[in-house]
Nanobody, 124 residues
Framework: QVQLVESGGGLVQAGGSLRLSCAASGRTFSNYAMGWFRQAPGKERELVAA????????YYADSVKGRFTISRDNAKNTVYLQMNSLKPEDTAVYYC?????????????????WGQGTQVTVSS
């Protein structure tokens, strides 16, 4: 089992920044690729960014490329999502998730463990 707890969400004006954190406990964090998903009201959950277990490989959705950065610190069992130049359309509940194995997957069903989510609201 891996327990994931997100933090860092909140209300920010358009153009602002937030840094989300996801603290992991349980099984060896470095054995898992990690992803950040988001779900806006009335929309399906989507993958925003993902990172391999040694940080060598990252993936970003087109909508966040150049604005968001995913990173991880395996010594601290934590994955981060730095979000800059935020837009109102970034408003959503953000979830971190863990997928067993080295490679970051884009398939939601391959993520075995999920956090409870943190709300990000961007005002215009």
């Amino acid at each position: 089992q891996v327990q994931l707890v997100e933090s860092g969400g909140g209300l920010v004006q358009a153009g602002g920044s937030l840094r989300l954190s996801c603290a992991a406990s349980g099984r060896t964090f470095s054995n898992y690729a990690m992803g950040w998903f988001r779900q806006a009201p009335g929309k399906e959950r989507e993958l925003v960014a993902a990172i391999s277990w040694r940080s060598a490989t990252t993936y970003y959705a087109d909508s966040v490329k150049g604005r968001f950065t995913i990173s991880r610190d395996n010594a601290k069992n934590t994955v981060y999502l730095q979000m800059n130049s935020l837009k109102p359309e970034d408003t959503a509940v953000y979830y971190c998730a863990a997928a067993k194995g080295p490679v970051p997957t884009r398939k939601e069903y391959e993520y075995n463990y999920w956090g409870q989510g943190t709300q990000v609201t961007v005002s215009s």
